[in-house]
Each structure stands twice: as structure tokens, then as C-alpha cells.
């Protein structure tokens, strides 16, 4: 980035799904997936002198999640109509939060190349989603069906201040918020099924020397649906303001309104569409059928107890007690909880963290990627690995025999010690002897150590084959192998 002729400037407004079983303010399902129309009632599709009741649940979640974020949380909190009419929204408005949104001025804080960044939250409130339109593509679009499941579905809106300053430091955001909510069970954040969306505002600073820094004006790019969208639309429209500001003067000088644009995942690029509106058009005024919500220390006291511990403070966990580098703590902990307390049980039981950690982010991160696995059903439990983690240090297994019995343990669910004697290793069951023996064909045969050293490798075998008639058989040949290359290096 540091070579670009320009500063890039985001701020990303995230919507987030909540995991309640029912909606904001009815009793209706939440589900995914069920069919058309069948989750509604007369509230949530906005009949005429119905009432709305706050699910106090969303709220818990809500809580949660901020202080989470490190928000301040406000103890007195409304909610407000937002005014404006699309189809999937029969009520013409939509309950958000206005002035007095239930928390603000919070922080996240992100891993990033340079070290960890903290990216400023200005606020976060909660809001009801609207239905969703069909479009018929197949027809030609001649007809669009409206599904309202989806309408009055709790939402959190997380607004952050406009600190992130690439398209890889906006997706590293995104994914934080995604690891940071479904570890404490706020979302799930299917960005698929639409549970966690984003919208993102950017434009660039051109410094012009010593005259003023031109800013180009705000373009916000609605609906990106993957990760990978937001980091390419970021970088696709931060070039494209560059090059119309080199082009066009009113653009430079910033009398150009604000914009809304969407993004061509096809064709790579994004469509400048509107104005953007102001807060003024949605005629905000205060929800006359709901109470305001005031939120007590207790209240907020259980929503903090239900938080557990945050990925941020658990990667830095990782590292003071285990000794992990900030690497390998990054990649358990981006695995979410269910890893790290895997890891966390090899690492007691084996007394070794760091060949725990070795394995885990190696042949285990593998093997359920493998079988499209989650660590909750994987068929070697922590107590087995560590195990094998003992074996192997017991019996001075190599590395590509461990690797050998890890396969046998995993494909027949046995014991390591079951994996070896199937696999018919016969190791000599103290090392300290088998060096001893290696020891004593080393002495006795100096002419093929000193060929060994001369670079006839082949020479190892004559010793290699004492060994094995001394041992009878018993040892594995490639820890003797191991063993005998490691004692002629230490030979003078
Ligand atoms: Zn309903
Ligand atoms: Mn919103």
C-alpha cells in the first residue's frame, strides 16, 4: 500500500443478524430457510393497530455484543420510526434507533501485518430487518415476489468511525467482528444467508505537495456479500475515485454530492447509482408503541457474565501462558473456542504446548479441512493426541512415523499405543538403550563413520545393520536411521 499517490479512507457499517429464536417485537420464527411467507403474523407485516413488544432477549444479545466492542452502553435508551417506502417493507417504516442508540463509542481491535490496530465503533443499535424481494431472473425480471420471514428479524448495526486505511485492513475487520460475535454466541454471520452484511463508506486523500490535501467526495457501496467483495470493491473504487479526480475538476474541488454505488462482482467494478440520502429524508421521529428501555447495573452485569473470554485477549493468553508465537495463537484462536480448548487439553495433558500447538495447526487444521469437519466431532480426542504425543517422545518416533500411526488413530479410532502395534513398530522401548547400542556399532566400526562423514552415505548401513542384529529386530529402522545420522554429527 505504501506506494500508492493516495491515503484510503473506510468506515464500514456492519448488520449483523441476532441468534434469538423469535423476531424483534413478535413471536414469529427466526429460521432460515422456511417457506415463503410462512414466518409472519399481523405485526410483523404491519397491519394497521397492532402492537409491537421488545424481545428482551435481542436486547441481551444486543448488550453482549457491545460490550463486547468495548462500548459504552447508554442506560436509557428509544426507539424510532425510520420513514421510507420498498416493497419489502409494508409498514413504510422501519424501528431503529435514532439519537439515542442503546450504545456507542467503542473499539475493536484487529490484527494486522504491523502489529494489532484499534478501529474506533461510533455506535451501535439495534433494528428490525425488512423482508426480501425475489427477482425473477429467469423470466426476464417481468415479476418480483416479496418473502417477509426475514421482516422484523432482530438486527445489530455496528458503525465504525473511518479508521481502517486499506481494503485488506476492512476485511480484517469484518472477519474479526464475525469471529468476535459467533464466539460469544451473538450471530452466526453467514454472510451466504445474509446474517452479517456490510456497507462501506470510502474516498481518498490526495496530498498535492504543499497545497491542500484534495478529498475526494464519500461514495458509499451498499450490500457486499463476501469478504472477498469488500476487499476488492475497496480497492477497485479507491483507484477509480483517484483517476476521476485527475480527470475532472469539480470532483476535485468536492462539488460532486455524495454518492451510492453497488458492486459488479461479475464484472469486477463498481455502479455509481444516487444521491446518497440524508438522515433528514428518513423524517425520524420517536416510536409511539414502544416503551423506551432502561437497562439496570444487573442487566448489564448478566449480559457481561455471559461474555466469556474475547479472541483478542485469548490470542494474547495463548502467547504469555503456552509460549505460542503470535502466529500460531492467531491461527488457533481464528478457529474459534472450541479449538483452543482442544488445544489448551493436549497442551496439560502432554505437558508439551508447543508440539500440542505444532500438531494441531498442522495434521488437525488438515485433517478437518479434509473431511469438512468441526473440532466438536472429531474423532481424536484431545486425550488421544496427547497420547501420541507421548508415545512419540517415549519411543523417539520420527516424524514421518508419527505421521504413520496419527493416520491409524484417526482412520480406526484407536489408542497410540493400538496404532503401533498394528502398524508392527517395534521400537526398543527405552531410546536412551538403542542410542547406547548405536553408540557402541559406531565405535567399533571407524571406517564407515569416517566414510560416512567423506559423504558415503551408504556407509550408515553397515551400522545400521549391527544395530538391528543386536537389538534383534526390535527397533524400527528409521529411528535407528535417526538415530545413528545424529550420533555420527556429534562425532568428532
Ligand atoms: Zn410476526
Ligand atoms: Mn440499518
Not at 415463503?36 to 397492532?50: D, E, L, Q, Y
Not at 468536492?254 to 453497488?262: E, N, S, Y
Not at 479410532?413 to 498394528?422: F, M, N, P, T, Y
Request: glycine share 6%; hydrophobic share 40%; aromatic share 6%.
Amino acid at each position: 500500500m505504501a506506494d500508492l499517490p493516495y491515503r484510503i479512507v473506510i468506515g464500514l457499517e456492519v448488520h449483523v443478524q441476532l441468534l434469538t429464536r423469535t423476531k424483534l417485537f413478535c413471536g414469529c420464527s427466526t429460521q432460515f430457510g422456511l417457506p415463503p411467507n410462512s414466518a409472519t403474523c399481523p405485526v410483523c407485516i404491519g397491519m394497521p393497530g397492532v402492537l409491537p413488544v421488545m424481545n428482551r432477549r435481542a436486547f441481551d444479545l444486543a448488550l453482549r455484543a457491545a460490550l463486547a466492542l468495548n462500548c459504552q452502553i447508554a442506560r436509557f435508551t428509544k426507539w424510532d420510526r425510520k420513514n421510507y417506502y420498498y416493497p419489502d417493507l409494508p409498514k413504510n417504516y422501519q424501528i431503529s434507533q435514532y439519537d439515542l442508540p442503546f450504545s456507542y463509542d467503542g473499539w475493536l481491535e484487529i490484527p494486522t501485518p504491523a502489529g494489532s490496530k484499534r478501529i474506533g465503533i461510533s455506535r451501535v443499535h439495534l433494528e428490525e430487518d425488512a423482508g426480501k424481494m425475489l427477482h425473477d431472473e429467469q423470466g426476464g425480471g417481468r415479476d418480483s415476489l416479496v418473502d417477509l420471514n426475514r421482516a422484523g428479524t432482530p438486527l445489530l448495526e455496528i458503525v465504525s468511525w473511518p479508521d481502517l486505511a486499506s481494503p485488506e485492513e476492512a476485511k480484517a475487520y469484518l472477519e474479526e467482528i464475525r469471529l468476535l460475535l459467533r464466539e460469544i454466541g451473538v450471530s452466526d454471520c453467514e454472510m451466504q444467508e445474509g446474517s452479517l452484511r456490510c456497507d462501506a463508506n470510502i474516498n481518498i486523500h490526495i496530498p498535492q505537495g504543499d497545497g491542500p490535501v484534495i478529498k475526494t467526495p464519500i461514495v458509499e457501496i451498499k450490500n457486499l456479500n463476501s469478504f472477498r467483495a469488500v476487499e476488492r470493491a475497496m480497492k477497485y473504487e479507491a483507484q477509480r475515485q483517484y483517476e476521476e479526480a485527475l480527470r475532472d475538476a469539480n470532483y476535485r474541488l468536492g462539488q460532486v454530492a455524495k454518492a451510492t454505488a453497488g458492486w459488479d462482482e461479475v464484472r469486477g467494478r463498481t455502479i455509481v447509482q444516487r444521491r446518497k440520502e440524508e438522515a433528514s429524508d428518513y423524517r425520524y421521529f420517536p416510536e409511539p408503541d414502544l416503551v423506551p428501555v432502561v437497562v439496570e447495573d444487573a442487566w448489564l452485569e448478566h449480559a457481561r457474565a455471559e461474555m466469556g473470554e474475547l479472541p483478542a485477549a485469548q490470542r494474547r493468553r495463548l502467547v504469555e501462558q503456552y509460549g505460542l508465537s503470535p502466529y500460531d495463537a492467531g491461527v488457533l484462536t481464528s478457529q474459534g473456542r472450541a479449538l483452543v480448548a482442544y488445544f489448551e487439553d493436549v497442551a496439560r495433558r502432554s505437558g508439551d504446548a508447543r508440539t500440542a500447538c505444532n500438531w494441531i495447526t498442522n495434521q488437525v487444521l488438515a485433517s478437518l479441512k479434509e473431511r469438512k469437519m468441526e473440532i466438536k466431532d472429531f474423532p481424536l480426542h484431545s486425550e488421544r493426541l496427547a497420547e501420541l504425543i507421548a508415545e512419540q517422545k517415549a519411543i523417539g518416533l520420527n516424524k514421518q512415523m508419527a505421521g504413520e500411526v496419527y493416520n491409524h488413530m484417526l482412520e480406526n479410532g484407536c489408542s497410540a499405543k493400538e496404532a503401533i502395534d498394528a502398524l508392527g513398530i517395534k521400537p526398543v522401548a527405552d531410546t536412551g538403550a538403542l542410542v547406547e547400542i548405536v553408540r557402541r556399532a559406531l565405535a567399533a566400526n571407524p571406517k564407515a563413520v569416517a566414510d560416512f562423514k567423506a559423504g558415503k552415505t551408504k556407509a550408515a548401513q553397515a551400522i545400521k545393520g549391527a544395530v538391528m542384529r543386536e537389538t534383534k529386530g526390535t527397533a524400527r529402522p528409521e529411528v535407528v536411521e535417526q538415530i545413528i545420522v545424529e550420533q555420527i554429527e556429534k562425532t568428532p
